[in-house]
């Protein structure tokens, strides 16, 4: 582990609460970092409240004071974690706003020396340079609402466009059924089935697999083998979860091949239960 990856996440009911407990373990850490000839870059290091708009509101006018050896750690709105926007509402728009700006760029790039390679490079180059922002960790930020998912998918269709050197009148249905493309809400359903699918197969680390647990039931319920329970979502934040959305996505896979073995047959069945769909809203953009 790097140190710069290191993450302290603390749940409390309230923001004195938090403070509390938060600055007992920065305590336990500075004797820690000096018991191993460690230090510890308090202006790199900062802390951030997420909570819900509402619940944040509340709280906005309560001072708190998060410090480290008597130094004073910075509040933010939003941070970056292993290449994740994160901000305070776990809503994404940071991070949709950030791969936007990149891709855009890569795709002007590409639209710029089109005219001198053929499409076989350029699929290469879009493999290369733009799908790998769309799909990064694409798992755990796919509760996205509609405005969001659609000013992605909007940029995958320009550069379907770039790529066939097709015009704006040019229909994405038709454009990613040339290129055997996905859009990028089944690319990403695909992307997390599989996902489950190594999580629930110990193909993954411990606390991944700890996240879900089987359904038991004392009646044998048809399609019940191997499904996973899912606990009732009291708020929003736990219907966009990882946890959430992964276990019903699993539930709704076939139970033949919920069961199977091979991770490449999987992948396979899972091609053949989620086929490119065409979103009606960004079908000519």
């Not at 996240?211 to 329970?229: P, Q, W």
């Not at 606990?231 to 979860?241: E, G, I, L, V």
Request: charged fraction near 25%; include cysteine.
């Amino acid at each position: 582990m790097f140190a710069d990856d290191t993450n302290i996440s603390i749940a409390a009911k309230s923001v004195t609460e938090l403070e509390s407990i938060i600055n007992s373990e920065l305590k336990n850490l500075h004797q820690w970092l000096i018991a191993n000839k460690l230090s510890l870059n308090v202006a790199k290091t900062e802390f951030m409240i997420i909570g819900s708009r509402q619940r944040l509101m509340i709280h906005n006018n309560e001072q708190i004071n998060i410090e480290i050896d008597g130094k004073i750690i910075k509040r933010v709105k939003d941070t970056k974690s292993l290449g994740l926007q994160i901000d305070e509402h776990l809503v994404w728009a940071r991070h949709v706003e950030g791969i936007s700006k990149k891709v855009a760029s890569a795709i002007g790039a590409l639209k710029r020396i089109r005219q001198f390679i053929d499409t076989s490079t350029a699929l290469k180059i879009y493999g290369a340079l733009i799908q790998p922002y769309f799909d990064y960790c694409s798992s755990v930020w796919d509760g996205l609402n509609i405005t969001l998912n659609d000013k992605l998918q909007k940029l995958k269709n320009r550069a379907a466009r770039v790529i066939t050197k097709s015009g704006y009148d040019a229909s994405s249905s038709d454009l990613f059924t040339k290129l055997g493309w996905d859009n990028l809400s089944t690319r990403r359903k695909k992307h997390k089935a599989v996902i489950m699918f190594k999580i629930l197969n110990d193909l993954t680390p411990d606390y991944l697999r700890n996240l879900f647990e089987f359904h038991s039931t004392g009646y044998n319920l048809r399609n019940s083998e191997n499904a996973l329970f899912v606990p009732k979502p009291r708020t929003n934040y736990a219907k966009r979860s990882f946890s959430y959305r992964g276990a019903v996505l699993w539930n709704e896979l076939p139970q033949n091949v919920r069961a199977l073995c091979s991770l490449n047959q999987f992948k396979r069945e899972i091609d053949n239960i989620f086929p490119y769909k065409t979103d009606s809203r960004t079908a000519i953009l």
